[in-house]
């Protein structure tokens, strides 16, 4: 997410440009049609793709002509196509989109519109199912140029197989290669070539395991395998991982090539203890350590296979008190994550293909898909917080591992009925801790287990939970007393005092309410309260509308 400061960064270097190109657009603020709005985002991200720019972008309250920054009105979030939210329409209506992200920036006072459109993989992007493209200022369908077609449906070029012209066998770690033969020969038992391995020479390993291509250095060699004064052979692109200690004390330390070596070298500087839950039905606590040493190296081996290297990037790992954060550049290339935390969805491309597949061999990464799935399994049978990759964006990955519990609620549920809970479930309740949005269907499933309650949005572990981990008291917090006791509570204050205003019986009731109600959900159910003693005849407002004043109706 951009701040302010960086939109207007982000408009200056476009307005630098001295025009429009293909891949940007500006509008002053007769803006557009909502279809033509719709042409323009597809027009973008099909021209960002034959331009090599990660990004188009459609700007609005600057003027075309003049660049003079001008301001907008549209106000695009405001505007509604067809009886619904215009942005639902767009995004409805775009295929084989990786999304767009809208902001608005204050830049000097006056309102920028800002569309940031991913570039178009290896499918043209289309609206209302036509295909566009803009060719230099004007926005036109692509089918016209078949050959701008082609270049969009063959521009994903791995980055991480290219030969580096510059690199040589030397520009490899020793160390490292001889790790790899062991490991690949330990994967290779029960092949034909086994006894062979030993005997192979460097340059026959590599290419055996698709490190090498031909005996030539590969980019995916020199981030794997290569030494780290050869890292400039990379330059502009990054082979870095930086690790920072953000928690009471402060450090980091970076870590360069090779991959291969160095990712235990991350590993070693994350602090883990033993972790002790204590359930209340249990004489002794459950000892788990803060993190699972696999899960982490898990974490860091994806980084490592899905950073987007192209746009000049290290790889960060944020170890904080309770939970450690991996950041890599480049979204999720195909699908997000929740997709394959089954385990049963299989990735069709990989953005760096030759790179993963060399991970493979060298036992880094699982084939299958199937890492974060292992990882999903490892803290939930550790108690722990799902992973949750919430924080991502169209820019970069964001994975979140705890090393501590959020919701203990939650943590002891796991621990008493963990194998009664199916892994769909388990991420459910997850959300429910983290104060994630649930669907009406998903709230169904749980509260047919009595395992949540509450009323949306505030939902909260359930009763039969509470009882069974010894948190009465929490859920009758949530929960709330018996609806005759607040009644009891009002009639025993007008009693006392003769009479009370609504403003009296609102500070009377406000603290006893659940804390799982909003202050508008508290005032309704003190508006009902009061209703029902008055349509009861137990109560009579002799106030007014400015002024309630209820007393006793005589008998």
Known sequence: MFNNCQLIELVDELLKRGKELSWFEFK????????????????????????????????????????????????????????????????????????????????????????????????????????????GSHLTVLKKYPDLLRSILNSHIDWSAQVNVNARIEDLDTHAISLARRKFSDKSINKSFYKDIANWSDIQLLDKMKITINGKITNAALILLGKPEAAHLLSPCVAQITWKLDTEEKAYEHFGMPFYLEVNSVLSKIRNVVYKFFP????????????DSEVILEALNNCIAHQDYR???????????????????????????????????????????????????????????????????????????????????????????????????????????????SLDEVILLDKVQKN???????????????????????????????????????????????????LDLIIKSIEQHGNVSRSDIDKLLWKKLPDILDEKQKKNRITNLITELRMNEIIINKGNDYQSKWELRKK
């Not at 249990?282 to 788990?288: F, G, N, Q, T, Y």
């Not at 490892?378 to 591992?401: A, G, H, M, W």
């Not at 709230?443 to 909260?460: A, S, T």
């Open 28 to 135: 002053r603020n007769d803006a557009t049609g909502h279809q033509r709005l719709g042409k323009y985002i597809s027009g973008l991200a099909n021209a960002a793709n034959v331009a090599h720019e990660l990004f188009g972008y459609l700007i609005f309250g600057i003027d075309d002509n003049t660049l003079e920054v001008a301001g907008s009105d549209f106000n695009y979030l405001n505007r509604k196509e067809k009886g619904s939210e215009l942005d639902f329409y767009i995004r409805r209506n775009l295929t084989y989109s990786a999304g767009f992200e809208y902001f608005v920036c204050d830049y000097d006072g006056k309102q920028v519109e800002i569309f940031q459109i991913p570039a178009a993989g290896t499918t043209p992007v289309a609206f209302e199912n036509e295909e566009y493209i803009r060719i």
């Open 280 to 291: 209340d039905n249990r004489l002794v606590s459950v000892e788990v350590m803060k993190y």
């Open 436 to 486: 994630q949005a649930i669907n009406d269907q998903d709230v169904k499933i749980l509260k047919k287990k009595f395992l949540i309650e509450g009323r949306k949005p505030n939902y909260f572990v359930g009763a039969k939970i509470a009882e069974a981990i010894g948190q009465k008291a929490d859920y009758t917090k949530n929960k709330g007393l018996d609806k005759q006791y607040y």
């Open 311 to 421: 746009r000049n990037e290290r790889i960060v790992v944020v170890e904080k008190i309770n939970k450690i954060e991996f950041i890599n550049g480049g979204s999720f290339f195909e699908g997000n994550a929740i997709d394959y935390s089954s385990g049963k969805v299989t990735p069709r491309n990989y953005r760096n293909r030759w790179l993963a597949e060399a991970m493979v061999n060298l036992g880094m990464i699982d084939a299958l898909g199937y890492g974060i799935h292992k990882m999903f399994n490892s803290q939930r049978n550790r108690f722990f917080p799902l992973p949750d990759y919430t924080k991502s964006t169209f820019n970069e990955v964001v994975l979140e591992i705890y090393g501590h519990s959020i919701d203990e609620n939650y943590s002891k549920t796991l621990i008493e009925r963990n194998n009664e809970l």
